[in-house]
């Protein structure tokens, strides 16, 4: 049995361990999941893969699909609330501690890879699109939902860099999977890509019920205000920054809801059967 980090512990080396991620998931991208699956064409007796899972957003969709779902992540914590989920709609499928970079799957097992918001947060976004695509059968498909770098997203994701320590070199941000110039490099000639600019809506009653939810869900924000424990002033900073972003990115009505609008690409692509999944960069 996983146990979940107090926000009191020392930070875990894993941010998305800390906080309630599936309370995050299901008041923000919850909807994603169903959007992905639809769009992936996922049908019964599938074998699906989904990584950097999470609580299941997608995975418990495909497995609603009667595909026969893998769920993978690289936070184990977060399993038990997506097992719940699951269970709570009648849904099986298996749950599998796995990094994107390197999943310990075969060669062309699964009919369908998908990742929504997920596979992005990777360091090495080259070796997430080639594993994705080494264990997707030729003729399979490939999908994922990734924030593009605009509007809040953009805001968003850089509130964190001063308070977290530096990327492993050579790391990209997880927004540069919005670009669809750089997911056509890192799929080439593999995959035939189809790339759709879509949006989604995020709301709370509040920007500072908006502040609120990240506060006390999603987990790199509460590694962070947990890691600043001893350092009350940088807390706060960092919680003024996070209000600041909340009242700035606010596209709702006058005195109505907060709304915030975030822009994604959904990638979905076919791995074209007689082509090497191994990409020429990584083929070592
Ligand atoms: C924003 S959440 C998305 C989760 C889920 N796909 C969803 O739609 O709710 C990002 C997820 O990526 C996972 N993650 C981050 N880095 C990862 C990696 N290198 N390999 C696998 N999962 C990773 C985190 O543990 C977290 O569950």
């Known amino acids: 049995m996983t146990t979940r980090p107090a926000a009191t512990d020392a930070a875990p080396s894993n ?14 991208i919850w909807e994603i999941g169903e959007v992905l699956a639809e769009a992936c064409g996922i049908r019964p007796g599938q074998r699906v893969l989904d990584v950097a899972a999470g609580t299941g957003n997608t995975a418990i969709r495909a497995a609603l699909r009667g595909a026969d779902v893998v769920a993978s992540d690289i936070t184990p ?10 269970a709570s709609l009648g849904a099986s499928l298996d749950w599998v501690e796995a990094d994107a970079q390197a999943l310990p799957f075969a060669d062309g097992e699964f009919d ?3 990742s929504s918001f997920g596979a992005i947060f990777a360091p090495d976004h ?4 080639d ?3 080494r264990v997707c059968r030729p003729g399979g498909v490939i999908g994922l939902t990734t924030f593009r770098p605009v509007g809040p997203a953009r805001a968003f994701f850089g509130l964190f860099g001063p308070y977290l320590p530096p990327p492993p070199p050579g790391a990209l941000p997880p927004t540069l999977w919005g670009d669809e110039e750089h997911v056509r490099e890192l799929f080439g000639d593999r995959v035939d890509l189809d790339l759709t600019r879509s949006s989604y809506v995020e709301r ?5 019920a908006y502040r609120d939810l990240f506060l006390s869900t999603f987990g790199p924000a509460v590694g962070v205000r947990s890691s600043l424990a001893n350092e009350p002033a940088r807390g706060a900073e960092f919680e003024a920054a996070l209000l600041d972003f909340a009242v700035r990115s606010n596209s709702g009505p006058g005195g ?3 709304e915030y609008r975030y822009d994604y690409l959904l990638v979905i692509g076919r791995r074209r059967a007689g082509v090497d999944a191994v990409s020429a960069d990584h083929g070592g």
């Open 131 to 133: 594993e994705m695509l």
């Open 112 to 114: 369908v890879v998908t």
């Open 204 to 208: 709370a009653s509040s920007p500072e």
């Open 126 to 129: 080259q070796a997430v699109a």
């Open 15 to 28: 941010p998305w361990a800390f906080g309630d991620y599936h309370r995050f998931a299901k008041a923000t």
């Open 77 to 86: 914590q977060n399993f038990p609330a997506g097992q719940a989920e699951a």
């Open 256 to 258: 109505g809801p907060a």
